[in-house]
Nanobody, 121 residues
Framework: QVQLVESGGGLVQAGESLTLSCAAS????????MGWYRQAPGTQRELVAI???????TYASSVAGRFTISRDTAKSAVTLQMNNLRPEDTAVYYC???????????????WGQGTQVTVSS
């Protein structure tokens, strides 16, 4: 089993910054992509940013230029630096990873428990 643990959520004012971190733990696995989704009340979960194993990022248009995703492959960790936050960024943010369990050579998607980000106007 691969476990993802997020941290860094909180309450900030519009225009401020926040950094989310996620670390994966487990045994005998290789992580391919890691990233972040978010879900606001009454909405579908949406992609925020994904980073490949080689560090290539993909961003949702709503956060491009404001958010930066990075990963430490050796530590199986990913960080989301969120700048110039807006009230519409308010959501529960979920860390996700696609990982292969070496012992069975199968890939699956894993999810963290989520961390709340609230941006006040």
């Amino acid at each position: 089993q691969v476990q993802l643990v997020e941290s860094g959520g909180g309450l900030v004012q519009a225009g401020e910054s926040l950094t989310l971190s996620c670390a994966a733990s487990g045994r005998l696995f290789i992580i391919h992509e890691m990233g972040w989704y978010r879900q606001a009340p009454g909405t579908q979960r949406e992609l925020v940013a994904i980073v490949s194993r080689d560090g290539s990022p993909t961003y949702a248009s709503s956060v491009a230029g404001r958010f930066t995703i990075s990963r430490d492959t050796a530590k199986s960790a990913v960080t989301l630096q969120m700048n110039n936050l807006r009230p519409e960024d308010t959501a529960v943010y979920y860390c996700t990873a696609r990982a292969t369990r070496i012992i069975v050579n199968t890939s699956s998607d894993y999810w963290g428990q989520g961390t709340q980000v609230t941006v006040s106007s």
